[in-house]
């Protein structure tokens, strides 16, 4: 067990060296000034404009609609839109955790491994309230739907049915079978059928 646990130890040990020597500066993720997405390092569009305020894009989509001057508050697929219109959480506790800290920190196993830890207790915590918020918004969705289904099909019944499929057994006019004749080619003889 001693031994399991010295090579464990020593791994973690080459491990952090590897990360010391190969990370020397924090990865910076920004965010999309149009659509509010992440930035990844080496991806995106910067744009400064003449009084040097810099604008970062995340793809040519979100810069060709700044350069549009569209307004992301009215553009249905930016996060801006569905916070404001109540599609996706907006006051949450946990959005704090995701603010842009410029704050250099002096490297630290034990805190590391509690904000890895954190992170991903964070990240759980977020589906779930995710999950809750949509089902609550969704909860009369699907029977407002069915009721306009419904009335819908009750309007426009004549489409599917066919006129003497409504009437009730008392409204079909009565008919008496009719005689009909049918020759065949073995023999001329006449067969007398009721439809």
């Known amino acids: 067990m001693r031994r399991v646990l010295a090579a ?7 491990a952090h060296e590897y990360f010391r020597s190969h990370v020397a500066t924090e990865m910076r993720l920004e965010k999309c000034w149009f659509c509010s997405s992440t930035i990844y390092p080496g991806h ?11 604008f970062r ?3 040519s989509k979100c810069h060709k609609n700044f350069k549009m001057k569209r ?8 996060k801006a839109y569905r916070a404001l ?3 996706e959480l907006q006051a949450d506790a946990i959005f704090a955790f995701e603010r842009r800290r410029n704050r250099p920190v002096k490297y630290s196993r034990e805190v590391t491994l509690a904000t890895i830890k954190a992170m991903k207790s964070i990240e759980g915590i977020r589906e779930r309230r995710e999950e809750r918020f949509y089902e609550d918004r969704m909860k009369g969705v699907e029977d407002a739907r069915r009721k306009k289904d419904k009335k819908e099909l009750s309007q426009q019944v004549h489409l599917i049915k066919a006129p ?10 009565k008919s008496s079978p009719k005689k009909v004749s ?7 003889a006449q067969v007398d059928t009721y439809e």
């Open 8 to 14: 464990l130890q020593q791994r973690l040990a080459r």
């Open 44 to 54: 995106g569009i910067c744009f400064v404009r003449n009084d040097s305020k810099q």
């Open 57 to 59: 894009f995340c793809r």
């Open 71 to 78: 307004n992301p508050r009215k553009v249905k697929w930016t």
């Open 85 to 87: 219109h109540g599609k």
């Open 164 to 173: 003497g499929a409504r009437m009730t057994p008392n409204e079909l006019p």
């Open 182 to 188: 049918v020759h065949t080619k073995k023999r001329d």
